[in-house]
């Protein structure tokens, strides 16, 4: 696996985190409807629905900024890399209880949705060790 990591670099590990997030919570997300949850909740009067295209978006985007933001700034603080990993999972799931439970979901949907923010959580702290993982290697070449 680390010959794979080292081989895709920082740009590809990011983007492998990304899709492989992704993936994994469209799975999640045709499971829970499977199991009947309809993902629609209403706000504000109208009626809303959590699709395919706000899973890939909510996962996608705020690992690719929040990686690459990572692998910016471990380029010059080493103190980064535990800290994105700290953040990550703080943020994954702390959104848990700002997004999700307080939205008007069925119980199936409420419990799909957290499960996707775990996810985010574990996908992100991995890709985060990845990444001082390159970092450290290329640091040694100086």
């Not at 696996?1 to 492998?16: D, S, Y």
């Not at 699709?51 to 700034?73: H, N």
């Not at 069925?106 to 775990?118: G, M, Q, Y």
């Amino acid at each position: 696996m680390r010959a794979f990591i080292r081989q895709l670099g920082v740009t590809g590990t990011i983007m492998v985190t990304a899709v492989a997030a992704v993936v994994i919570n469209l799975v999640v997300y045709a499971i829970g409807t499977l199991v009947g949850g309809t993902f629609d909740f209403v706000n504000n009067n109208e009626p809303m629905h959590i699709g395919t295209l706000l899973i890939t978006a909510f996962t996608a985007i705020p690992l690719l900024v929040g990686l690459a933001l990572t692998a910016f700034l471990g380029r010059w603080w080493d103190w980064v890399y535990p800290t994105a990993a700290i953040i990550v999972v703080l943020a994954a799931i702390g959104t848990i209880f700002i997004m999700t439970i307080p939205v008007d979901l069925d119980t199936t949907s409420t419990i799909t949705l957290a499960a996707a923010h775990v996810v985010v959580a574990i996908v992100g702290a991995w890709s985060v060790i990845q990444l001082r993982s390159l970092s450290q290697r290329r640091s040694s070449w100086k």
